[in-house]
Nanobody, 123 residues
């Protein structure tokens, strides 16, 4: 099993920044890909960004390219999502997820999930 714990959400004004963290523990060696998703009420979870532990390969949703940056600290088993130039439409619950291999954007293909952290962007 892998446990994921997110932190860093909050309330910020449009144009501001937040950094989310996702700390992984347990059988982390079984996961190669870490992803961030977001969800608003009544909608499915949407892919935001993903990164591989080895090599640090990244992939972003078009809606966040150039504004969000995903990174990882292998020594701390922690993945970060730096969010800049935030917009009200970025408001959502943000979830960290993990899977064994290959970056994919389908949430149903991720095996492990954190509890989520709320991000609210005011206009």
């Amino acid at each position: 099993q892998v446990q994921l714990v997110e932190s860093g959400g909050g309330l910020v004004q449009a144009g501001g920044s937040l950094r989310l963290s996702c700390a992984a523990s347990g059988r982390t060696f079984s996961t190669e890909v870490m992803g961030w998703f977001r969800q608003i009420p009544g909608k499915e979870r949407a892919f935001v960004a993903a990164i591989t532990w080895s090599g640090g390969r990244t992939y972003y949703a078009d809606s966040v390219k150039g504004r969000f940056t995903i990174s990882r600290d292998n020594s701390k088993n922690t993945v970060y999502l730096q969010m800049n130039s935030l917009k009200p439409e970025d408001t959502a619950i943000y979830y960290c997820a993990a899977r064994s291999f290959a970056i994919v954007v389908d949430a149903s293909l991720y095996n492990y999930w954190g509890q989520g952290t709320q991000v609210t962007v005011s206009s």
